[in-house]
Protein backbone atom coordinates (compact mmCIF):
# COMPACT_ATOMS: atom_id res chain seq x y z
CA UNK A 1 0.00 0.00 0.00
CA UNK A 2 1.25 3.36 -0.96
CA UNK A 3 0.00 6.48 0.44
CA UNK A 4 0.47 10.34 0.54
CA UNK A 5 0.37 13.32 3.05
CA UNK A 6 -0.01 17.09 2.07
CA UNK A 7 -0.06 19.89 4.24
CA UNK A 8 1.38 22.98 6.10
CA UNK A 9 -0.16 23.03 9.51
CA UNK A 10 -0.35 22.45 13.05
CA UNK A 11 -3.60 19.73 11.91
CA UNK A 12 -1.04 18.18 9.11
CA UNK A 13 1.48 17.78 12.05
CA UNK A 14 -1.05 15.64 14.17
CA UNK A 15 -2.05 13.44 11.27
CA UNK A 16 1.73 12.64 10.45
CA UNK A 17 2.57 11.84 14.36
CA UNK A 18 -0.67 9.12 14.40
CA UNK A 19 0.85 7.63 11.11
CA UNK A 20 4.07 7.64 12.32
CA UNK A 21 2.93 5.84 15.73
CA UNK A 22 0.79 3.27 13.51
CA UNK A 23 3.47 2.97 11.33
CA UNK A 24 1.22 3.52 8.97
CA UNK A 25 3.15 3.20 5.37
CA UNK A 26 3.71 6.69 4.00
CA UNK A 27 5.70 7.00 0.38
CA UNK A 28 5.91 11.01 0.16
CA UNK A 29 4.87 14.26 2.66
CA UNK A 30 3.95 16.89 1.12
CA UNK A 31 5.60 19.85 2.83
CA UNK A 32 4.52 23.82 2.52
CA UNK A 33 7.83 25.69 1.87
CA UNK A 34 8.79 27.74 4.56
CA UNK A 35 9.80 30.06 2.18
CA UNK A 36 5.81 30.46 1.33
CA UNK A 37 4.27 30.24 5.10
CA UNK A 38 4.36 33.83 5.66
CA UNK A 39 0.37 34.22 5.34
CA UNK A 40 -0.49 30.60 6.81
CA UNK A 41 -2.03 30.48 10.25
CA UNK A 42 -0.39 27.77 12.02
CA UNK A 43 2.32 26.80 9.71
CA UNK A 44 4.25 23.41 10.73
CA UNK A 45 6.99 22.79 8.97
CA UNK A 46 5.88 19.06 8.56
CA UNK A 47 9.31 18.06 6.38
CA UNK A 48 11.16 18.59 9.43
CA UNK A 49 9.17 15.71 11.53
CA UNK A 50 9.30 13.64 7.73
CA UNK A 51 13.07 13.82 7.28
CA UNK A 52 13.36 13.17 11.32
CA UNK A 53 11.47 9.69 10.77
CA UNK A 54 13.69 8.92 7.36
CA UNK A 55 10.02 9.66 5.64
CA UNK A 56 10.76 11.17 1.69
CA UNK A 57 9.27 14.93 1.34
CA UNK A 58 9.13 17.66 -0.94
CA UNK A 59 8.51 21.00 -0.44
CA UNK A 60 6.35 23.04 -2.42
CA UNK A 61 4.51 26.52 -3.84
CA UNK A 62 1.59 25.44 -5.29
CA UNK A 63 0.32 21.82 -4.88
CA UNK A 64 -0.86 21.63 -8.09
CA UNK A 65 2.12 22.72 -10.19
CA UNK A 66 3.20 19.69 -12.89
CA UNK A 67 6.49 18.46 -10.98
CA UNK A 68 4.21 17.95 -7.79
CA UNK A 69 1.55 16.22 -10.13
CA UNK A 70 4.05 13.84 -11.99
CA UNK A 71 5.97 12.99 -8.53
CA UNK A 72 2.40 11.75 -7.16
CA UNK A 73 1.40 10.10 -10.42
CA UNK A 74 4.51 8.53 -10.92
CA UNK A 75 3.91 6.94 -6.70
CA UNK A 76 0.43 5.66 -8.03
CA UNK A 77 -0.87 6.10 -4.39
CA UNK A 78 -3.66 3.81 -3.12
CA UNK A 79 -5.17 7.16 -0.50
CA UNK A 80 -3.90 10.94 -0.03
CA UNK A 81 -4.43 12.60 3.23
CA UNK A 82 -5.17 16.42 1.97
CA UNK A 83 -4.70 17.73 5.99
CA UNK A 84 -4.55 21.57 6.60
CA UNK A 85 -4.11 23.15 3.39
CA UNK A 86 -6.02 25.79 2.00
CA UNK A 87 -4.99 25.15 -1.62
CA UNK A 88 -7.32 23.60 -3.93
CA UNK A 89 -6.57 20.37 -5.08
CA UNK A 90 -6.84 20.07 -8.70
CA UNK A 91 -8.60 16.50 -10.47
CA UNK A 92 -5.44 15.43 -11.62
CA UNK A 93 -4.53 14.73 -7.84
CA UNK A 94 -7.72 13.80 -7.01
CA UNK A 95 -7.92 10.94 -9.64
CA UNK A 96 -4.53 10.06 -9.03
CA UNK A 97 -5.36 8.25 -5.86
CA UNK A 98 -6.96 4.65 -6.29
CA UNK A 99 -8.53 4.78 -3.58
CA UNK A 100 -9.53 8.27 -2.52
CA UNK A 101 -8.47 11.51 -1.36
CA UNK A 102 -9.09 12.17 2.07
CA UNK A 103 -9.56 15.33 4.01
CA UNK A 104 -10.42 16.96 7.84
CA UNK A 105 -12.83 19.59 8.42
CA UNK A 106 -13.22 21.19 12.32
CA UNK A 107 -17.43 20.62 11.87
CA UNK A 108 -19.95 17.92 11.95
CA UNK A 109 -20.22 17.71 8.06
CA UNK A 110 -22.35 18.55 6.12
CA UNK A 111 -23.13 21.26 8.95
CA UNK A 112 -20.78 24.54 8.79
CA UNK A 113 -19.20 23.38 5.71
CA UNK A 114 -16.74 26.58 4.24
CA UNK A 115 -14.21 28.35 5.97
CA UNK A 116 -12.67 29.66 9.77
CA UNK A 117 -15.31 26.89 10.68
CA UNK A 118 -14.13 26.29 13.77
CA UNK A 119 -14.13 29.94 14.82
CA UNK A 120 -17.80 30.18 13.10
CA UNK A 121 -18.78 27.65 16.30
CA UNK A 122 -17.33 29.76 18.46
CA UNK A 123 -19.10 32.81 17.36
CA UNK A 124 -22.30 31.27 17.35
CA UNK A 125 -22.33 29.17 20.24
CA UNK A 126 -21.53 25.82 19.09
CA UNK A 127 -20.95 23.79 22.70
CA UNK A 128 -21.55 20.07 21.63
CA UNK A 129 -20.04 19.67 18.11
CA UNK A 130 -17.55 16.76 15.93
CA UNK A 131 -14.84 16.92 13.52
CA UNK A 132 -14.69 15.00 10.34
CA UNK A 133 -12.59 12.80 8.24
CA UNK A 134 -14.51 12.49 4.74
CA UNK A 135 -13.42 11.71 0.86
CA UNK A 136 -12.98 15.13 -0.87
CA UNK A 137 -14.56 15.26 -4.07
CA UNK A 138 -15.20 18.56 -6.61
CA UNK A 139 -17.71 20.12 -4.06
CA UNK A 140 -17.72 22.20 -0.88
CA UNK A 141 -16.53 19.66 1.89
CA UNK A 142 -19.70 17.73 0.50
CA UNK A 143 -17.85 14.29 -0.19
CA UNK A 144 -18.61 11.14 2.23
CA UNK A 145 -18.02 10.71 5.61
CA UNK A 146 -15.31 8.60 6.89
CA UNK A 147 -15.77 8.89 10.54
CA UNK A 148 -16.46 12.05 13.20
CA UNK A 149 -15.31 12.28 16.59
CA UNK A 150 -16.63 14.65 19.51
CA UNK A 151 -15.04 17.87 21.38
CA UNK A 152 -17.06 20.66 23.55
CA UNK A 153 -16.46 24.31 22.73
CA UNK A 154 -17.06 25.88 26.23
CA UNK A 155 -18.29 29.54 26.29
CA UNK A 156 -15.20 30.43 28.57
CA UNK A 157 -12.84 28.79 25.78
CA UNK A 158 -10.58 31.35 23.56
CA UNK A 159 -9.87 29.99 20.08
CA UNK A 160 -6.41 28.61 21.71
CA UNK A 161 -8.10 26.16 24.10
CA UNK A 162 -10.48 24.79 21.19
CA UNK A 163 -7.62 24.40 18.76
CA UNK A 164 -6.25 22.37 21.23
CA UNK A 165 -9.18 19.91 21.56
CA UNK A 166 -10.01 19.96 17.84
CA UNK A 167 -6.23 18.41 17.53
CA UNK A 168 -6.97 16.04 20.06
CA UNK A 169 -10.28 14.92 18.98
CA UNK A 170 -8.32 14.83 15.57
CA UNK A 171 -5.36 12.84 16.63
CA UNK A 172 -8.71 10.11 17.84
CA UNK A 173 -9.93 10.16 14.73
CA UNK A 174 -7.24 9.18 12.38
CA UNK A 175 -6.56 6.68 15.11
CA UNK A 176 -9.86 5.22 13.68
CA UNK A 177 -9.44 5.93 10.14
CA UNK A 178 -5.81 4.08 9.72
CA UNK A 179 -7.11 1.33 11.11
CA UNK A 180 -10.23 1.30 9.05
CA UNK A 181 -7.83 1.62 6.10
CA UNK A 182 -4.88 -0.64 7.10
CA UNK A 183 -8.05 -3.46 8.14
CA UNK A 184 -9.52 -2.68 4.24
CA UNK A 185 -13.13 -1.78 5.35
CA UNK A 186 -13.30 2.14 5.47
CA UNK A 187 -16.75 3.69 5.94
CA UNK A 188 -18.38 5.53 3.40
CA UNK A 189 -21.36 7.31 4.36
CA UNK A 190 -22.64 9.97 2.28
CA UNK A 191 -23.62 13.47 3.57
CA UNK A 192 -27.52 14.52 3.66
CA UNK A 193 -27.61 17.46 1.72
CA UNK A 194 -30.81 18.40 3.24
CA UNK A 195 -28.62 19.30 6.21
CA UNK A 196 -26.29 20.84 4.61
CA UNK A 197 -25.09 24.68 5.87
CA UNK A 198 -22.67 26.91 4.91
CA UNK A 199 -20.48 29.54 6.98
CA UNK A 200 -19.05 32.44 4.68
CA UNK A 201 -16.10 34.34 4.50
CA UNK A 202 -14.64 36.23 7.65
CA UNK A 203 -13.95 40.01 7.25
CA UNK A 204 -11.73 42.33 9.12
CA UNK A 205 -14.34 44.36 10.44
CA UNK A 206 -16.54 41.27 12.01
CA UNK A 207 -13.93 42.16 14.71
CA UNK A 208 -15.23 45.75 15.70
CA UNK A 209 -16.61 45.87 18.53
CA UNK A 210 -19.47 48.20 19.84
CA UNK A 211 -18.64 48.45 24.09
CA UNK A 212 -22.03 50.60 24.49
CA UNK A 213 -24.09 46.98 24.05
CA UNK A 214 -24.78 44.65 26.55
CA UNK A 215 -22.01 42.18 27.95
CA UNK A 216 -23.11 38.81 25.72
CA UNK A 217 -23.40 41.39 22.30
CA UNK A 218 -20.23 42.46 23.08
CA UNK A 219 -18.87 38.79 23.88
CA UNK A 220 -20.33 37.87 20.53
CA UNK A 221 -19.21 41.18 18.62
CA UNK A 222 -15.58 40.78 19.31
CA UNK A 223 -15.03 37.81 16.95
CA UNK A 224 -17.89 39.09 14.79
CA UNK A 225 -21.04 37.14 14.92
CA UNK A 226 -23.08 37.78 12.09
CA UNK A 227 -26.23 35.90 10.64
CA UNK A 228 -25.82 36.25 7.81
CA UNK A 229 -22.95 34.48 7.77
CA UNK A 230 -24.74 31.21 8.04
CA UNK A 231 -26.47 29.75 5.08
CA UNK A 232 -28.75 26.97 4.73
CA UNK A 233 -28.68 25.28 1.08
CA UNK A 234 -31.59 24.79 -0.96
Same mark, same amino acid.
Given at each position: ???????????????????????????????????????????????? !?? &? *?? =? /???? #??? %? !?? &? *?? =? /???? #??? %??????? /????????????????????????????MFRGRAAMVWQMLLGIRETKCT??????????????????????????????????????????????????????????????????????????????????????????????????????
Amino acid at each position: MKNILIGSVGSTKAVLEEMILSSFPLEMVFSLDEKYSENVSGYYPIHN !IA &E *QN =N /ISFT #KFK %K !IN &E *QS =N /IDII #KGI %KPDYIFV /IGLSQLISDEILNAASKGVIGFHPTPLPMFRGRAAMVWQMLLGIRETKCTMFFIDNGIDSGDIIAQEPYIIEDTDYAEDVAKKLLAALSRMTQNVLNQIINGNVNRTKQDESKATYLLVRRPEDGLVDWNETTEKIHQSDVGVRPTHLTKCG
